[in-house]
Nanobody, 123 residues
Framework: VQLQASGGGLVQAGDSLLLSCAAS????????MGWFRQAPGKEREFVAM????????YYTESVKGRFTISRDKAENALYLQMNNLKPEDTAVYYC?????????????????WGQGTQVTVSS
């Protein structure tokens, strides 16, 4: 599976962005797709994940109620709708795939990674 993330940009606090991740190759229903982010000088952190088949989702606490992860199985695409963005959301955002379907927030459970897309939120 190859992943291509897009949709990042420079926005102001309170604005919204939609990140997309195009996937090539077959994604099994049991797979888990996730979004992670890495701010300068910080470790990569989990943001959200979704079970590809049934659509079960999970979010890190800091984005609950503001971010929504979704997928379009027909298009083989993953999305992250980010609303009410805050300066602390500034990071490079990565999409990732866990073919074994562990439904884990640990980055080492994910096998495939996109190249990242920069999100910068100004105050």
């Amino acid at each position: 599976v190859q992943l291509q993330a897009s949709g990042g940009g420079l926005v102001q606090a309170g604005d919204s962005l939609l990140l997309s991740c195009a996937a090539s190759g077959r994604i099994f229903s049991s797979a888990v797709m996730g979004w992670f982010r890495q701010a300068p000088g910080k470790e990569r952190e989990f943001v959200a994940m979704i079970r590809w088949g049934v659509g079960r989702t999970y979010y890190t606490e800091s984005v609950k109620g503001r971010f929504t992860i979704s997928r379009d199985k027909a298009e083989n695409a993953l999305y992250l709708q980010m609303n009410n963005l805050k300066p602390e959301d500034t990071a490079v955002y990565y999409c990732a795939s866990d073919r074994n379907g562990q439904f884990s927030s640990r980055s080492d459970e994910y096998d495939y990674w996109g190249q990242g897309t920069q999100v910068t939120v100004s105050s």
